[in-house]
């Protein structure tokens, strides 16, 4: 898992302006992501986790479902997502040398290339750019 694109994840759920302190607080947490190691973040993660347990607990019920729900539910889904996806996200530094980079943006780079190569060429057969496809990441 990049670490931007769990960032990115984050943000989706808790918004870049998030109003609520807990959100406030993990979203400067989700932030200092590329700053840390796996066990400072888990370890800022599991305080941010204790400090608001109770808060991301509470639930509401509706009247009109007739049904209980989690009242921060994308923000407790914004920390699942951190807590899900924490064995994934410091890999790059596990294995230092393969020099895996902390995001994708390379590779993201690379595939735009070839996506743009392939769209040039759009009246070809899938076979044929499938042929192109791998030309180009053989190289």
Not at 8 to 19: C, H, L, N, Q, W
Not at 21 to 50: D, M, V
Not at 54 to 75: A, D, Q
Not at 78 to 90: C, D, E, G, Q
Request: overall charge positive; glycine content about 2%; some cysteine.
């Amino acid at each position: 898992m990049c670490q931007f694109h769990q960032v990115a994840i984050v943000t989706r759920y808790i918004t870049r302006t998030p109003k609520l302190e807990a959100g406030i607080e993990l979203k400067i947490l989700t932030y200092n992501l590329t700053h840390s190691t796996r066990s400072e973040f888990a370890e800022q993660l599991n305080a941010w986790h204790n400090r608001w347990k109770k808060f991301l607990n509470e639930k509401s019920f509706s009247e009109e479902n007739r049904k209980w729900f989690y009242t921060h539910k994308r923000l407790r889904s914004a920390y699942r997502s951190l807590k899900t996806n924490m064995k994934y996200l410091f890999a790059y530094l596990e294995y230092p040398d393969l020099g895996i980079p902390n995001t994708t943006n390379s590779l993201e780079g690379k595939f735009s290339r070839l996506k743009t190569k392939i769209r040039i060429h759009s009246g070809l057969k899938e076979w044929r750019k499938r042929k192109i496809i791998d030309e180009i990441l053989s190289k």
